[in-house]
């Protein structure tokens, strides 16, 4: 009789557990499936506008202003809607080709020039000992969020009186400026947690603060270079304002931004110029982002908040 | 007594190590830089100068020059006593950071601070700078498309407040819950940098992407917009989305008795913000997920807490930190945008916000004061996130 209970208990049990891991299996299941459906269905959302420029820009004038460009997924082998020539014509006619030009001539140097003046003010704020070193990097760390809008007007002005108004060196000087605060604040991240032990035998076996900093901080600051160079590039290249007001004395020196945003007011309703336009300044910002993602989000990482 | 023989040098590194031979050359070196950086700043303002001078000058200077400036300096340094020369170091690393820093971002923040005191243009060497004290801080201005005739600060500041809160609430709320879902599974890289994929582009490129999306064509015309397919085919007449400033929402203007219109085309502004934002706030918060202890979640999930209460009470507040700088990073992101407004509207529709209003008081009506008054405002705002980050900073270092 008691047996007979137990085992009915047992089974009742073992039972009540089967329901409960199967359950939960199911649920894990469901949960597996939602959250991909889910994650899918967001992807899907935020490329689809992306997507739809870059369609777009593949299709004569009279297919994109008579259809939607997701019409195309009905006819997509119709090789009478595709074309090259919004290209053709965005990079020659538009301007879009030169404006290409000026955007590496900006993009480079201003990239390149900030990252040897980071890295001496980076290595001196780690590693050296010196009478307001934390209040001056704690205005480092201030500037790091002032908005580059406090100083165009003064710098304008100052450009003016200059005569750097309009040139290449005008603006690889303002970036370089705006790029500081962020540029010695990474790579002084990543100095200054380079082990002491280091540093301190390099200095027993008689280095130079500059031998150390050559031979032994710069190789291995390599990431952080790597990191700060890409942000500053993609900066540097999608910026609009500071090339607006420091780079646009003539249509000839405009950058890809500021002779898109010309377009946008001139052609607002040719989207086959338009479309194609965008997709040409934003081309080489993706091309850079892809192959080095790894080194973008480690810059990310360590704190990114530009001015 | 033993005459040492001096052994001849035999590179280069040999010669300079002779103090005299150092010496000279890092002076040499020094004058040849300030030379050089002289030269490339009057060749490079010239209209004459050709661009492959342009660019290889500006390379050439702008790296070499500055090596050369630093190695001369450091071993004229070396010329000191040894406390002197420890001394003196630091500076000589820093100035050229330091300068760039003071010229480009201190000087101009006092100085336009300064200029906001005064009207119009003043110009302090024909002495013709008029000072009208705070008169510039009451922005007198009405907008220039006005819907309703008002001051356009009013609608500066309701629409920046819009913007500060939603992008900011919405870009991060989106990242977060995309980077718990994305952590489960496997196609994660993949899904991840689709995701992120906007944050490499323009916010010029990014409005033309969505202008296009907005587009309107009138009744009866095939909508090539996506937007306006979609509401057509839902039964919707064709809408000037970015026109759509004050909107009756039946529940919310009824709630509110008729008095509360939602300004719809700023909300489609502000999605493209999200748009851009939500990958980076995604890639941040999910490096900090994955630092989340599996034992705490596993203990939890023995304790009988399901996915929602071990979201709410374990991952939330171990990631709180990351959350507020995730969070105060693209608010201050936001505070200044730009590109977005003046591309896709100008600030026309009740759509102004601070940083163009700027440009437009800067460039359009040359009014530097007024202009100068909006950058102050901007300045302002920031003051508290500087202090936050500064104090943040000082503890970390404190604790290491």
């Known amino acids: 009789m008691s047996t007979t209970m137990e085992t009915t208990a047992k089974q009742e049990q073992a039972a009540a557990n089967e329901r409960l891991a199967r359950t939960s299996r199911i649920q894990r299941f469901f949960n597996q499936a939602t959250v991909r459906i889910a994650v899918l269905v967001i992807a899907f959302l935020w490329t689809l506008p992306t997507a739809g420029l870059f369609i777009s820009s593949f299709r004569t004038e009279d297919a994109i202003s008579s259809s939607g460009w997701w019409t195309v997924f009905a006819t997509p082998f119709d090789f009478t809607q595709w074309t090259i020539e919004n290209y053709v014509d965005v990079i020659t006619t538009d301007g879009m080709g030169a404006a290409f030009i000026n955007s590496l001539l900006v993009t480079i140097p201003a990239t390149v020039i900030p990252i040897t003046i980071a890295a001496f003010a980076a290595y001196a704020f780690a590693w050296m000992k010196f009478p307001g070193r934390d209040l001056l990097f704690a205005i480092v760390v201030g500037l790091l969020v002032v908005p580059l809008h406090m100083a165009l007007i003064p710098m304008l002005r100052v450009f003016t009186a200059l005569e750097l108004n309009g040139t290449l060196l005008g603006i690889w000087l303002a970036h370089t400026g705006f790029g500081l605060p962020l540029a010695i604040y990474l790579l002084h991240g990543y100095i200054a947690a380079l082990p002491s032990e280091m540093m301190e035998s390099a200095a027993i076996d008689g280095a130079s603060p500059m031998r150390t900093f050559i031979q032994l901080v710069l190789p291995l600051s390599v990431p952080a270079v790597a990191s700060f160079a890409i942000f500053q590039f993609l900066w540097v290249w999608n910026d609009l304002l500071v090339a607006l007001v420091f780079f646009v004395r003539d249509p000839s020196t405009q950058v890809v931004t500021s002779r898109l945003s010309e377009i946008v007011g001139s052609r607002g309703q040719d989207w086959e110029v338009l479309t194609a336009g965008a997709f040409v300044t934003i081309i080489l910002p993706l091309v850079v982002f892809f192959a080095l993602q790894r080194y973008f989000v480690r810059g990310l990482m360590a704190g990114s908040v530009k001015g | ?400």
Do not use: H
Request: aromatic share 12%; charged share 15%; hydrophobic share 55%.
């Open chain 2, 1 to 400: 007594m033993e005459s040492v023989q001096q052994a001849q040098p035999q590179n280069l590194r040999q010669w300079l190590e002779i103090p005299t031979i150092r010496t000279i050359v890092s002076i040499v070196g020094f004058a040849l830089a300030v030379i050089a950086f002289i030269f490339a700043f009057n060749f490079l303002r010239s209209d004459e100068a050709p661009i492959v001078g342009v660019i290889v000058v500006g390379l050439v200077v702008g790296i070499l020059g500055i090596w050369v400036l630093f190695l001369s300096l450091d071993a004229l340094v070396d010329l000191l006593p040894p406390n002197a020369a420890r001394a003196v170091r630091p500076f000589v690393y820093l100035a050229p950071g330091l300068a760039a820093l003071g010229a480009f971002l201190v000087y101009p923040a006092f100085y336009t601070l300064f200029l906001s005191f005064f009207a119009g243009r003043p110009n302090f060497q024909e002495g013709t700078a008029e000072f009208i004290g705070l008169e510039n801080y009451l922005f007198r201005r009405t907008a220039e498309a006005p819907i309703f005739s008002e001051e356009i600060i009013w609608i500066i500041v309701r629409n920046n407040l819009m913007w500060i809160v939603l992008v900011t609430f919405l870009s991060v709320a989106l990242g977060l819950v995309i980077a718990v879902l994305v952590d489960r599974i496997k196609l994660e890289s993949v899904a991840k940098s689709l995701i992120f994929m906007p944050m490499a582009i323009s916010f010029v490129g990014a409005s033309v992407i969505w202008r296009f999306i907005y587009y309107f064509q009138p009744l009866g015309r095939e909508q090539i917009g996506l937007l306006n397919a979609i509401w057509v085919a839902l039964g919707g007449e064709p809408q000037g989305w970015l026109t759509l400033s004050e909107v009756s929402i039946p529940l919310i203007t009824n709630l509110t008795n008729g008095t509360l219109f939602v300004p719809l085309n700023s909300i489609f502004l502000i999605i493209i913000m999200v748009w851009l934002q939500t990958g980076f706030a995604m890639v941040i918060i999910s490096a900090a997920v994955k630092g989340v202890p599996d034992a705490l979640l596993e203990a939890a999930r023995l304790d009988g807490a399901n996915e929602v209460q071990i979201f709410f009470r374990i991952i939330i507040p171990y990631i709180r930190g990351t959350l507020l700088t995730v969070g105060t990073t693209i608010l201050v992101l936001v505070l200044k945008v730009f590109d977005i407004v003046f591309v896709m509207t100008s600030g026309d529709f009740d759509t102004e916000v601070l940083a163009n209003r700027m440009y437009i008081e800067m460039f359009t009506n040359r009014d530097y004061g007024q202009g100068s008054a909006y950058a102050v405002i901007l300045m302002v705002a920031v003051i508290p996130i500087m202090i936050y980050n500064i104090r943040e900073w000082q503890r970390e270092r404190q604790e290491r």
